[in-house]
């Protein structure tokens, strides 16, 4: 079993991308998943989770009020909708996926991550 992100590009700030993370059913039911980023140079970074049902999320403090993060159960799939991005955002976001909320949000909590996909924000 696995996650896999799509979505990352180069966009301008002030702009919105769009991330995917698919899952098996299991994962995308059973666990919370969630994104984490990383900057070369720096510790990966907890962006947002959101639990097994979908009735709880949790961000960032630096992302609040600007990223969502939502889920599709037709797809088995997990969306991060980000807005006014800023530079600060550029990196590169893994898609994970955790027993908690809670483990969600810690760097070595997850069980399960993805290969990553590199978001890029211009100035």
């Known amino acids: 079993e696995q996650v896999v992100e799509s979505g990352g590009g180069l966009v301008q700030a002030g702009g919105s991308l769009r991330l995917s993370c698919a899952a098996s059913?299991?994962?995308?039911?059973?666990?919370?998943m969630g994104w984490h980023r990383q900057v070369p140079g720096k510790e990966r970074e907890f962006v947002a989770t959101?639990?097994?049902?979908?009735?709880?999320?949790y961000y960032g403090d630096s992302v609040k009020g600007r990223f969502t993060i939502s889920k599709d159960a037709a797809n088995n799939t997990v969306y991060l909708q980000m807005t006014n991005l800023k530079p600060e955002d550029t990196g590169v976001y893994y898609c994970?996926?955790?027993?908690?909320?809670?483990?969600?949000?810690?760097?070595?909590?997850?069980?399960?991550w993805g290969q990553g996909t590199q978001v890029t924000v211009s100035t």
């Open positions: 994970h996926a955790a027993r908690s909320i809670g483990l969600a949000t810690m760097k070595e909590g997850s069980d399960y």
């Open positions: 059913g299991r994962i995308f039911m059973c666990y919370s």
């Open positions: 959101i639990n097994g049902s979908g009735s709880s999320t």
